[in-house]
Structures are given as structure tokens and as C-alpha cells.
């Protein structure tokens, strides 16, 4: 009787200093925890199960992908994780519009954990690099608005846009084929970009319902989670649960906005017009709109309301830490001094706007709080340099210790050159090949190939 007893003290004690080590996620985690949420009844102590480390997430275009993305690079670092990233002659993207090959990864970057860069999705090359466990995850945004950004954003590169009289976002509209070429570079900016990203075919009719229908379920077997960008805070309560991830992990500032200035209403009529033109997109926002608020309902509406305000507090709580008390203000990149937090600007009359570190957070922040502060406002050029840099000098490290047959068998796999015909310099963008794709698990080329400034540039 006594052993149990004494069993039970041990368990008692271990527990408790399971939850103050974790320290701030204990109230949060009760408070929900207090709620009835499903996903937490059978684990309420997210502590004691493992965080899921290995994600792909397909980082589509203007659907706040940015903001997600800088989220996992974070996770990454702080769990001493390999992000796979692109090799130099790609620039900070997977060489994008080409479809995704594992011979567009950095092989001082495997085997990777996350991959998160831009890419035009192939499943079959992801699940050859990638560990078998990984889950897969996109973000989606309503197709009005995602498109009026698309067209201010590539108006000065896509040629689709610029061909149109007064950057008119109403005449394009008005007759999408007079200025459209399917089969010309950047033209996946112009049309269905979100299928285009997940592999699909971005011009197959509106009429051909068999091939869209098959898409979206193609799409929807593959992804475990699809986050919506207009819920992006529930959808990150979502995200969570499925990774077993703590509220810290979700945090998050906002990446790569434009000014007000920069963006137009749209005038009646318009967002219909933008849907019948997007079909595909359409078809894909709809069914994956509804699936995540099917997911939110089985979580609990109470439960998924309580932890977005949770999340809310502890976001409004780092940022009273890393701006000095108050909130961050927006800069134009020419008021930003350090340049390594410079967001990439597009040109014409777009403006992106980024954050500045106050001249005196230095003084009594520890050089953990300074970096965490940093990299949460970081862009994702920079940031996917510092990234290469960092990995790079541990795989330098990790490899002078092994032997030539001690290297992973996917660094074998992969460690080779770039074919000649993709050795491009970005000054000089290869001829777009011809189109083949068939849908999410197509390894098929392109219909397009990146434009100089798409490929140092920030997209979302």
C-alpha cells in the first residue's frame, strides 16, 4: 500500500513540474482544457505528447502564406530542425513556376523536417524527400480578393497585366482572353493561381466539372489541413490540435502587407466576374471553406473561440515586449534603417510595408528575446538567407565528422547538379516550357517559368 502511495507522490511531483516548466501554457491549456475541447479531453496535458515535426506547406500566393511561413521557420529553429531550402541558381523559391523536384533542394538542407518555400506542388518528389509521417498543409484565400492583389502586385511582370490600358483591373475582366496568353511566361499569375500551385491544370475549361471535382478530392485526400487565410487564427487553432503544437509555436505578426493606398475596391459585379474567371479557385475556396468550418464545429465553437482569444492576449503580450509597451507601427521599406528587415517591393504604385525594432530594445532583453523579436519580423528573403547560412555551417560541422558512407542515403539521392538546361541565372529566365499538368500528384513541367523579380521577391 505504501509503494502505491509512494508511486503517487512521484506522479504528483513529476506533474507539477511538468506544468511549471512549461510555464505560460498552463493557464491557457486549462482554460481550454476546462471548456470540454475533444481534441484536448483525451491529452490535457499537451506537454506529454510529442509536437509533430515533419511538414510540408505548400505556400500559395497572396493568402497570407508569408506570415505562415515565418511561423515555421521559427518552430524550426527553436527545435533544432532542417528546413529544406532552395539551391542559389532558385533563388528563394523552389524554381518556381517549375514543378517541384528534389534536385531544386540545397543539399546542405537534408534530409529535411519542413519545407515551406514557394513550389509548384508534386507530391510524388515531396514524399521521396520527405520522412513518411509528414503531414501536409496549404492556406487558400477567397478569390475576389486574392486576385485583385494578384493583378496590383505582378501588374509590372505578368504580361497578361501589363497589357492592359491604365492597369484597368474592370477591362482585363471585361475581356480576360483579349490579354491572357495560357502558354506565356508568368500567366499563372492571371488565372486559377492557386491550382496552379497545387499542380493542377490552370486553363481546363470551367465546363469540365469531372476534372474539378476530381481535383478538390485529389487535393483534399492529400492535405490534412487546409487553412483559410480570411480565418487564419482559427485556422491556426486547428493547426494546433493537428501538431500537437504549443500556444507559443502559433504565434505570429503579420508579413508583408500593402498600404491602403495600394489596394482598390472592388466595384459591383467585379467579384463575380473574378469567380467565373478563377473557377477552379473558386471551386477549391468553397469546398475547403466549408471543411474548416466543419472541423472548427467538431472542435467546439466555445472551445475554438476561447483559444483564439487566448492566442490574441499572448500575441498582444510579445509584442508589447518586442516594440517596447506598444504595438508595432507599419514602415515604408525606405523608413526601415536595418535592411535585413526591408520587405521586397513590387514597383508601380504597390507599396509593402514591414517593422522596425525600437533604437533602445536592446537594453535589459536577453539575446534570446532580441532574436525571437527579430526573426518574427523578418521577410522572407532575408530570412530564408539567414536560415541557409545557419544550416549550412551545422551541416559543414556534421559532415567533416562522418565518413563518405555514413551520409544519409537522400543527400546521395539528390546531392547532384543542377541539369544544365536549369542552370539559369535570374537575369535570364529560361524559354516557359510546354504545359502538362495533370493535378496535385503531376510531375509534370510548367507552363511558365519565374520572372527575375518573382524570384527574389516576397509572395503572398
Avoid at 492576449?313 to 506598444?326: H, P
Wanted: one cysteine or more; a positive charge; glycine letters at 4%.
Amino acid at each position: 500500500m505504501w509503494q502505491k502511495k509512494i508511486f503517487l507522490i512521484v506522479i504528483a511531483v513529476s506533474t507539477v513540474s511538468l506544468l511549471l516548466h512549461h510555464g505560460g501554457h498552463w493557464s491557457w491549456t486549462m482554460e481550454a482544457f476546462n471548456l470540454g475541447c475533444p481534441a484536448l479531453r483525451s491529452h490535457p496535458f499537451p506537454g506529454l505528447k510529442p509536437k509533430h515535426h515533419n511538414v510540408v506547406f505548400l505556400k500559395t500566393h497572396k493568402t497570407a502564406s508569408s506570415t505562415m511561413q515565418n511561423l515555421l521557420f521559427r518552430f524550426a529553429e527553436r527545435n533544432n530542425l532542417t528546413v529544406a531550402l532552395p539551391i542559389q541558381a532558385c533563388g528563394h523559391q523552389f524554381c518556381y513556376a517549375r514543378t517541384f523536384t528534389s534536385h531544386f533542394v540545397h543539399p546542405h538542407t537534408l534530409p529535411p523536417n519542413i519545407i515551406t518555400n514557394h513550389m509548384r506542388f508534386n507530391k510524388a518528389e515531396l514524399q521521396r524527400l520527405m520522412p513518411n509521417d509528414t503531414i501536409y498543409i496549404t492556406i487558400l484565400r477567397e478569390p475576389s480578393s486574392m486576385f485583385e492583389s494578384l493583378f496590383s502586385y505582378y501588374n509590372q511582370y505578368c504580361q497578361s497585366f501589363k497589357r492592359v490600358p491604365n492597369g484597368s483591373l474592370e477591362a482585363f475582366l471585361r475581356e480576360p482572353w483579349r490579354y491572357y496568353r495560357p502558354d506565356e511566361k508568368d500567366s499563372m499569375y492571371a488565372r486559377n493561381t492557386l491550382t496552379f500551385d497545387l499542380g493542377g491544370d490552370k486553363d481546363r475549361p470551367a465546363t469540365d466539372v469531372m476534372y474539378a471535382r476530381a481535383f478538390v478530392a485529389e487535393v483534399d485526400r492529400v492535405f490534412s489541413l487546409v487553412m483559410i487565410a480570411e480565418y487564419f487564427d482559427e485556422s491556426l487553432v486547428l493547426l494546433r490540435h493537428l501538431l500537437s503544437w504549443d500556444l507559443d509555436d502559433i504565434l505570429y505578426l503579420k508579413l508583408n502587407m500593402r498600404t491602403q493606398s495600394s489596394k482598390r475596391s472592388l466595384t459591383p459585379g467585379l467579384p463575380a466576374k473574378i469567380r467565373a474567371w478563377n473557377s477552379l479557385d473558386a471551386r477549391l475556396y468553397d469546398h475547403f471553406n466549408a471543411s474548416l468550418w466543419h472541423q472548427l464545429s467538431a472542435l467546439g465553437t466555445d472551445c475554438v473561440a476561447r483559444e483564439v482569444r487566448l492566442l490574441r492576449q499572448a500575441q498582444e503580450r510579445l509584442m508589447r515586449s518586442c516594440f517596447g509597451g506598444g504595438m508595432p507601427l507599419l514602415r515604408s521599406a525606405a523608413q526601415i534603417k536595418n535592411k535585413d528587415l526591408r520587405p521586397w517591393q513590387p514597383g508601380g504604385k504597390v507599396d509593402i510595408v514591414g517593422y522596425e525594432l525600437p533604437v533602445n530594445f536592446s537594453r535589459g532583453v536577453s539575446s534570446q528575446a532580441q532574436e525571437l523579436c527579430l526573426k518574427l519580423i523578418m521577410p522572407e528573403v532575408q530570412y530564408t538567407r539567414v536560415l541557409l547560412r545557419s544550416q549550412s555551417l551545422r551541416y559543414r560541422r556534421v559532415y567533416q565528422l562522418r565518413t563518405p558512407r555514413q551520409s544519409h542515403p537522400a543527400q546521395q539521392a539528390i546531392r547532384t547538379a543542377l541539369p544544365r538546361n536549369l542552370q539559369v541565372h535570374r537575369s535570364q529566365p529560361p524559354p516557359a516550357a510546354a504545359s502538362a499538368a495533370q493535378g496535385p500528384a503531376s510531375g509534370s513541367a510548367s507552363t511558365s517559368t519565374s520572372n527575375p523579380a518573382a524570384e527574389t521577391q516576397e509572395h503572398k
